[in-house]
């Protein structure tokens, strides 16, 4: 599954505001009410289904990657954003590093072979040194939008 596939593009954040891990999934979730991409009634419901998903266990990947993520009804398709923290936060990751990038996936709950596949290429992808320096330098949405589909095409292989 390629990011073109779930990340919303309108919704990314090259630079976040949150300095916490509550703070930036609220800010991501509001990205994607921003964009259209989730109702506004159900914004709260979203941030409460991942906040629930992140006291099983952190979604801090590691290598100052997390990717919270929920399945909830009240979306047709996987929907997803990015947020950039150039200062970094604690997410209580595996490694117990500050995360940097963050990858918010929110799907429908039939569709979990799908939800496996966006969580299977996220972590992929941001195995590569060269992608997540870059994603971390960027600048504007556009420029990570960029990286994404160059992802997407395989040019970070």
């Given at each position: ?72 009804v ?52 941001l195995?590569n ?29």
């Open positions: 599954m390629k990011f073109q596939e779930f990340v919303e593009f309108k919704a990314i954040r090259a630079s976040v505001d949150a300095e916490d891990k509550d703070g930036v999934i609220k800010e991501l979730v509001g990205s994607l009410v921003e964009s259209g991409a989730i109702d506004t009634e159900q914004q709260e419901h979203i941030v409460s289904a991942i906040m629930s998903r992140e006291e099983l266990g952190s979604t801090g990947i590691g290598r100052g990657v997390a990717v919270p993520h929920t399945k909830h009240s979306v047709d398709n996987l929907v997803g954003t990015v947020g950039v923290s150039i200062e970094g936060i604690d997410f209580n990751s595996l490694d117990g590093e500050k995360v940097h990038l963050v990858f918010l996936l929110v799907s429908p709950p039939e569709r979990h072979r799908d939800h496996l596949r966006a969580l299977e290429n996220i972590t992929r992808q195995k040194d060269t992608l997540c320096r870059f994603l971390m330098q960027s600048k504007t949405p556009d420029d990570i939008q960029q990286l994404l589909e160059e992802a997407d095409d395989n040019q970070f292989v």
